[in-house]
């Protein structure tokens, strides 16, 4: 059974670590927000100037004036701050974000990831992607594991104008857990159902299997 976007982004909060400063990027991402495991205590950067994101306000809570990069409405947390974002920029090229969660049209066996262009297509720019990819010291990838018309996301060599060289270092999929090794993408976890044969077959990079591969615990 493939996961959903919100099982992934419930996945991916399994990474989150006591201490942590973390980013959220656009789409898939943002729903970690929801996710924060129970005991320990992170703070949500946005970089249109938030230190403090709590979760998705619930139906008719919402405030129209507060809300994160991607033009989304939000909560905030006791002892959140509000800046301009030069100062967001500024942490985050400083290198003080811990992790940043990015979604991906494509991503390479060795870490390359394509996450804002379609040439051809209209897009609204860059944002704070490039940024993050260059200063950020852990970076993980929501994302499906084929495009529409059913083809691998995960590639050799990524086709799409690149966002940043070598940088990502894990990424959670509808279908599997995966870690960015020397040789490729290694297969740490497999959605419930899934089978690594189906994995195989959806993963146009060099896959790195060994031995029995676990089933995510959602």
């Known amino acids: 059974m493939a996961l959903d976007k919100f099982q992934i982004a419930q996945r991916i909060a399994k990474e989150l670590k006591d201490g942590y400063y973390v980013n959220l990027g656009i789409g898939i991402p943002t729903l970690v927000a929801n996710y924060v495991p ?7 950067q946005s970089e249109n100037g938030l230190l403090g994101m709590g979760p998705f306000p619930k139906e008719g809570k919402q405030d129209a004036d507060l809300i994160n990069a991607g033009k989304q409405t939000i ?13 967001s920029f ?26 804002w262009k379609i040439p051809g297509k ?4 860059m944002g704070g992607a490039m940024d993050l990819v ?21 590639l050799k060599k990524c086709h799409l104008p690149i966002t940043g060289i070598r940088c990502v270092k894990k990424i959670v999929t509808e279908l599997a857990v995966l ?22 077959s959806k993963t146009e990079g060099n896959l790195i299997v060994e031995g029995d591969v676990p089933e995510m615990a959602i």
Do not use: Q, W, Y
């Open 38 to 44: 129970e005991g320990i205590n992170v703070i949500l």
């Open 75 to 87: 909560t905030t947390i006791p002892g959140s701050s509000f800046f301009d974002s030069a100062m």
């Open 90 to 115: 500024g942490m985050i090229r400083s290198g003080k974000v811990d992790l940043t969660v990015l979604g991906a049209m494509e991503v390479s066996e060795n870490g390359d990831i394509a996450n």
């Open 122 to 125: 209209m897009v609204k720019g």
């Open 134 to 154: 260059a200063s950020a010291k852990n970076i993980v990838v929501a994302m499906m594991h084929t495009n529409p018309k059913g083809e691998s996301k995960l």
């Open 179 to 200: 870690e960015i090794c020397d040789k490729g993408f290694k297969l740490l976890e497999r959605a419930p159902g899934v089978t690594v044969e189906e994995i195989i």
